[in-house]
């Protein structure tokens, strides 16, 4: 079993859609969450970032983490299509330096 | 500030040869991480370097080696080649703070015949 599962999709959504993008995970060590995401051919960009439990908001991006569940959620809103890319969620524990682990990673496309 | 640059992007190689890819780090970083990533397996961590010294390492065989200079460059080699080496290579670098931003280059795709 790998500690980050991330549903891979794809996922197609109309402009204007609420996308809602999950991850769950296995070792409750971790304590960073991340989001991030690739374009095509092109490498990951750090969307989002957050510690231990609770929201973030960040613009159209909020970023959820439930520990109790070893669940994270990335919810867009008013996506555009220039959201299309492949997001990927990611996860550290502290002091282990810079080690993260990826979900897999799940194809949105957004249709104008 | 330039980013991440990643050289070369695109490699052919044959299995049995070895490869060395090369990452610059953003000025003034001094972690480097390599990342594998395909398409079943995602991004999979290989090693961290710090001020030149291998901090974290992930589970791949000892094929897979790096180092890093005293300008914070760092060089991927992999030797004796297999065909499920063929992945997209990514570096990333960071100030090597605790947990920091982690800011990746384009990668270099290495395709083994």
């Known amino acids: 079993q790998k500690e980050v599962e991330q549903d891979p999709g794809p996922l197609s959504v109309p402009e204007g859609a609420i996308v809602s993008l999950n991850c769950t995970y296995s070792?409750?060590?971790?304590?960073?969450f991340m989001w991030y995401r690739q374009y095509s051919r092109k490498g990951p960009e750090l969307l989002m970032y957050?510690?231990?439990?609770g929201n973030k908001e960040d613009g159209r991006f909020t970023a959820q983490v439930d520990k109790s569940s070893k669940y994270i959620s990335l919810f867009i809103r008013d996506s555009q299509p220039s959201d299309s890319a492949t997001y990927l969620c990611?996860?550290?524990?502290?002091?282990?330096?810079?080690?993260?682990?990826f979900g897999t990673g799940t194809s949105l496309t957004v249709i104008p | 500030k330039a980013g991440v640059t990643q050289t070369p992007r695109y490699l052919i190689k044959t299995r049995g040869q070895q490869v060395t890819l090369s990452c610059s780090p953003i000025?003034?970083?001094?972690?480097v991480s390599w990342y594998q990533q395909t398409p079943g397996q995602g991004l999979q961590f290989l090693f961290e370097y710090f001020s030149e010294t291998q901090r974290n390492k992930g589970n791949f065989p000892g094929r897979f080696s790096g180092r890093q200079f005293s300008n914070s460059r760092s060089e991927m080699n992999v030797s004796t080649l297999e065909l499920g080496d063929s992945a997209l290579y990514l570096c990333a670098s960071s100030r090597g703070t605790s947990v920091d931003t982690q800011y990746f280059g384009p990668g270099t795709r290495l395709t083994v015949l």
């Open positions: 000025s003034g970083h001094r972690s």
């Open positions: 070792n409750s060590a971790f304590q960073y």
């Open positions: 990611a996860m550290s524990i502290p002091n282990t330096g810079n080690q993260f682990y």
């Open positions: 957050t510690y231990s439990s």
